[in-house]
């Protein structure tokens, strides 16, 4: 018997559905909401394809006592929805910032599911981040409204390397500060 291991990690309400820590019953979805390459091209982190493993590997981490990152899970069981619509991540920086990225399956895109998150996580604050940071890359112009939908400023222009892609790719940062 495999038994999910229990994370310092607070449950948030969001207006539809929670944000809840990662279990490793959700590596089947990840992984087929993770390996599509849609929704992979539109991260910096997810290869694609996924090699196996890949998820697993992930969950574990996420659930190491020394993660620098908090990942839940955008779940709307409760509300009669889907068990794992995206996953939203919280990455701890020095001085009291955080980087928050997300991605939502492209089953869930254009329901407001991704604003709904990041608003939920930047208001909860669950690590009481004096500023938090994002970056999206240029061609994902759905996620920079989500950003400035949920009050993050445009900073500048940067580049990333993107796995899925295989390439360097050019970015905008934003950040909000606390209110």
Known sequence: ?????????????????????????????????????????????????????????FIARVHAADRTEDVWAMDATGAGGPELMGVITLRRLGRSQGEVSFWVAPAFWNGQIATA????????????????FATVLQDNAASARVLTKCGFRYLGDAEVYCVARGATVPTWTYSRTRD
């Open 1 to 57: 018997m495999k038994m999910d291991v229990v994370i310092d990690q607070p449950v948030i309400e969001a207006e539809r559905f929670v944000l809840r820590p990662l279990r490793t019953s959700d590596a089947g979805l990840i992984g087929l909401y993770a390996g599509d390459e849609r929704v992979a091209r539109m991260t910096s982190s997810i290869p694609h394809p996924l090699p196996p493993g890949t998820v697993e590997a």
């Open 117 to 132: 998150a990041v608003a939920a996580l930047v208001e909860a604050n669950p690590r009481d981040r004096s500023a938090h």
